[in-house]
């Protein structure tokens, strides 16, 4: 394990136990983190454990594993978002329990890093934090934290998507958006519905309300996180009770009790003003998580969209029928742009787009008071994009992952194009996603589909289809060496690299350097063929120099099928006898030569 690239001033001898490990295979998180019990810390953690959860005596799971001097545990739990700053109540005991100075460096390394966050909140938090006000209110209140890509002076534009609502509190604002606002709280969306409709700036009074409580909240509504200090959680507990964000509002009620009444468990010399709060989305039912509540904004907006009738009609129609429809259906997904795409127009929320894709930021910062060019337009309807070269099944997959960060199910004839779009549109991590939901499909297919996928996997650079075809074809070479299709491929791609410096080396990690840098198919499959067959260092030479003979036979063969059209023409009945023989076969015959 390598800790320097990290900023961890530890040697790897420094993550030997302090005291003897045990196994808790039936044990929650506490008892394995107090065991120093990886295997069983790592199974609860990839189950969904909470990772900063309680037990009874007050306590989380990384202060067991401090006290007990676990690094690898320690290092586990953080990694995994346990909390572990300073002047905050977990943190301070943390490190006042830190079994040694050994374990204190590695929560030092860690207490500047915020818990992680997933693609879909990271997005839109830093749309929210693109605002100058929303920012600079950010950095002042929590400094011990930084924002990756933003720094307090850099200069930052929000023209691609503008905010459509000013909350004035106590004299300072919060910019923010009505979808996002809708979506998380059953309070915001009926106001937006009703007194706020036409209203673009709604001012609080000063005796009502908290400004730092009600910022930390609508920065949860984007980030799926909060952060907030100590003192403002009652005024915090008041605000979700009017917002109706009843799950929020439960679990702050107890962590109040619990500040309230372990104070003395702190460290005395901390002021309470400069303790925080924090809590990951992971701690509350599904359904009130930003995923969830974005895919029901979603569904209402595909409910609402329409089919256009009629093949040749122009845009000047297809924009009087949408005013029709904004006039006749009720509004109750705060759409304020359409997509047309194979005749179907979608309603969607420039927000989402343009904090998903660096294309959409793009286009739609192009699109401010534009209608598709026409003049003569009503200024209530909203601002048409037109996708083409794109099916509506494809286009619907997209938006899906962009509201959700997944997708729920995908026939794999898609996945091509969703391959596709994911490149035009700049949305890389939809081919992972794509890619989650195929792999059990590929786990049955023929060999001769499977080569399909690995050309096309390697075509589009994803990365984990392509691992899973070359593996299964190291696993089975024989049966894959006997397929048409198979040897058809070997004559599509460039031939294996002769350098026998890279036959010896362990096969490159996905995304490394020197992965990116060869690319070869060949070279890959050779590699784990022979940590499949080879494992002896010494014989890898020989194994790969056989391999690469077994390869050109299949080549030939390839050329013969090829030209003729036919596997048993005589040409291909000469070369059968050693281009079919087993790898082994081979090996075994050059040895008896040796």
Known sequence: MAFIDDGIDLDPSDFGSSVPLKKVPNGDVFEASRAGDVERLRYLLESGVNVNARDQWDSVALYYACLAGHLDAARMLLESGAICSEHTFDGDRCHYAALNLKVRKLLKAFEARPPPLGPLQASLRDTFLASEANRSYYLLADPYFQIPGISSTQGFSCSNFPTDVVFIVQGRPIEAHRVILSARSPFFKKKFETDWKERSEVRFSREKLSYPALYSLIHFF???R?????????DLVRICKVCKCESLQKVLEKEVIHQKYAEYKALGDVDNSQKRYILQGLSLPEEDRLPAALHRILLTALSNSTFENGQDDGIDKLVSRMGAMQMTKSLDDLADVCARVDRKIFRCHKVILASRSEYFKA???RMKDFHEGKDELSVDLLPCLEEHDLSMAAFEKMIEYMYTDGLQDINPDQAEEMF???????LFPLKRAVADVLLPHLEMVSPEELCHWLILAD???????????LDTIACNFETFADTKEFRAIL???PPPSGDSSLRTTVPSIPGSALNADQGNLLDDLREKWLEIEAAELDQRDESALQFDKRLEMLMLVAEQEKSSGNADSDGINDLTPLAFSPITTLISDEQKEL
């Open 222 to 224: 984007y980030s799926d």
């Open 226 to 234: 909060l952060e907030i200090a100590v003192d403002d959680m009652e």
């Open 363 to 365: 286009r739609l910062s």
């Open 420 to 426: 596709d779009v994911a490149s035009r549109y700049l």
């Open 459 to 469: 075509m589009y650079g994803v990365v984990k289809i392509r691992e899973y075809c």
């Open 491 to 493: 004559l599509t791609l």
